[in-house]
């Protein structure tokens, strides 16, 4: 098939292309990195024309869920707007599907664990962006003929994480404070609780997700097995021999306490392998050790928390 990535720089646009290629797929990678700016209304238009591709596979965004707060224009920006532009110049050149990686963001302060068709509350404005995106790519699959995807993946960790948001990718950033020496923060008291995804194993389902089984169907994608921060923080302390320096603080305004999903979709769509959170661990330390540490973001936009 000829498939277009958008995001393709990130942990999972360049795990996708990868195993895309391997299976010998036309891919092509779209991503502000390597000089395509998907705000760039003319060059999209332009790319997806000569690429006519079948499968828009679009990941690209602006991830860091605790950034919404602090910068919501640029949230905005690099979601819905980014989105907007994606999907039109694919229903323009045909697209017979469009896979788009949402998140369980979108439930919010709905009940625990989140079920695909229950209740969707989201509580950041993060959330809030891929909820609007999810409802307007129905809409427009209705509209315009072609068939949809939507993931929800939750907490994707692995070898290629930024080390530099601080924002995002809490494993890395915890593996940073250590290399580095410096103290880190757990927030709420560390009992928050999360089920960290390995990285190829959430690629495996998006894969999968060309048959058209996966057609119009939205799925939690992602670990079942849950741990506190505070576990997640010793586990990730074990792994690398370093015994750093932590600070518990209450919990971030309008932060989810316990993200937990159901998997039912994808239980019944797939076999999901389940990467042991130590195995993860220690294949992530095993690439942190080796990276350049780069300076941590600061973005311009940011509301002035002084």
């Given at each position: 098939m000829?498939?277009i ?10 795990n996708?292309v990868k195993?895309?290629?391997h299976l ?9 990195v390597?000089?395509t700016?998907l705000?760039?209304?003319d ?24 950034r ?15 989105f907007a532009n994606?999907?039109?110049?694919a229903?323009n ?7 788009y990686?949402s998140s ?12 695909e068709?229950g209740?969707t ?5 993060y959330g809030v962006?891929?909820l609007?995106?999810?409802?307007i790519?129905k ?8 068939n949809y ?18 924002h ?32 190829d194993d959430?690629?495996d ?13 939205t799925?939690?994608?992602g ?17 690398t021999g ?18 937990l999903a159901?998997?039912?979709?994808q239980?019944?769509l797939?076999k ?5 959170i130590?195995?993860?661990l220690?294949?992530t330390?095993?690439?942190v050790r ?9 973005r ?5 928390q002084s």
């Amino acid at each position: 098939m000829r498939i277009i990535v958008t995001g393709s720089e990130g942990l999972v646009g360049k795990n996708l292309v990868k195993r895309l290629v391997h299976l010998g797929h036309d891919v092509s990678g779209m991503d502000l990195v390597t000089g395509t700016d998907l705000n760039d209304t003319d060059l999209l238009e332009a790319t997806m024309q000569q690429i006519m591709p079948e499968v828009i596979c679009h990941l690209a965004a602006n991830a860091a869920e605790a950034r919404g707060q602090v910068s919501p224009v640029d949230m905005i920006h690099n979601n819905i707007n980014i989105f907007a532009n994606t999907m039109k110049a694919a229903i323009n050149a045909k697209v017979k599907k469009f896979i788009y990686t949402s998140s369980v963001a979108v439930y919010g302060e709905a009940n625990v664990p989140y079920k695909e068709d229950g209740l969707t509350i989201p509580k950041d404005v993060y959330g809030v962006n891929k909820l609007a995106c999810e409802q307007i790519l129905k809409i427009m699959a209705k509209v315009y003929g072609f068939n949809y995807v939507i993931f929800r993946p939750h907490n994707i960790y692995g070898p290629g994480q930024s080390m530099s948001d601080p924002h995002k990718n809490v494993v890395a950033l915890f593996m940073r404070k250590l290399i580095e020496n410096e103290p880190y923060k757990l927030f709420g008291y560390g009992k928050m609780r999360r089920a960290f995804s390995y990285i190829d194993d959430v690629v495996d389902v998006l894969v999968e997700s060309l048959d058209d089984r996966y057609n119009n169907q939205t799925l939690n994608v992602g670990s079942e097995k849950d741990i506190s921060i505070k576990e997640l923080s010793d586990l990730i302390q074990k792994t690398t021999g370093i015994i750093g320096e932590i600070e518990l603080l209450k919990g971030r305004p309008q932060e989810i306490s316990m993200f937990l999903a159901d998997h039912t979709n994808q239980n019944i769509l797939t076999k999901y392998k389940e990467t042991p959170i130590e195995e993860g661990l220690l294949k992530t330390w095993e690439w942190v050790r080796e990276q350049k540490l780069l300076p941590i973001i600061k973005r311009k936009d940011e509301i002035n928390q002084s």
